[in-house]
């Protein structure tokens, strides 16, 4: 299996939530079988079948994070020296050349991407277009609306 691009902060979250999902929910979630255990017959025991599908949740969760994280190329965005241009795990300011709206995104690896907190997939069309760009060139994107451009104002490495 290819390494997949994740920027450092998406990897510091995947391995908080493995911490968390290990010491915390899997320990409570053997508890709650235990104690579901101790009231009898199993076949009608709602709280067993509903902590035992819990725990297949968690055990399944565990194991794609630590599949994800196995297979991550983690990229210190702070460390590249990309001489200006538009990489992976860029900050770029944009604005739109027809309306003068601005936007900001960050590229992303594709399971940290989250439009609403401006990180854009890696495989997007709209980080595919900016990739290998510089300060004031202008970004042609496909959208589904038709092309728009953007206009690349600044590009941070934080």
Same mark, same amino acid.
């Given at each position: ?63 794609? *994070?630590?599949?994800? @994280?196995?297979?991550?190329? =983690?990229? %210190? &965005?702070?460390?590249?020296? $990309?001489? +200006? ?40 069309? *709209?980080?595919?277009? @900016?990739?290998?760009?510089? =300060?004031? %060139? &202008?970004?042609?994107?496909? $959208?589904? +609306? ?13």
């Amino acid at each position: 299996m290819a390494s997949t691009p994740m920027t450092l902060r998406g990897a510091e979250k995947l391995r908080e939530e493995l911490h968390q999902l290990k010491s915390v929910e899997r320990p409570q979630v053997i508890q709650a079988i235990a104690e579901a255990r101790e009231h009898g017959d199993l076949k009608e025991n709602a709280e067993y079948h509903a902590a035992r599908e819990q725990q297949g949740f968690i055990e399944g969760r565990i194991a794609d *994070i630590e599949s994800k @994280l196995g297979n991550a190329q =983690i990229i %210190d &965005v702070t460390k590249l020296n $990309a001489n +200006g241009k538009v990489v992976f795990g860029a900050t770029v300011d944009l604005v739109e050349v027809e309306s003068g709206d601005e936007v900001t995104y960050q590229i992303v690896g594709e399971d940290e991407a989250d439009i609403k907190a401006g990180r854009v997939s890696v495989g997007s069309p *709209i980080a595919r277009a @900016l990739i290998g760009k510089e =300060i004031d %060139d &202008v970004a042609v994107v496909q $959208a589904p +609306g038709g092309e728009r451009e953007y206009e690349i104002v600044e590009i941070r490495y934080e």
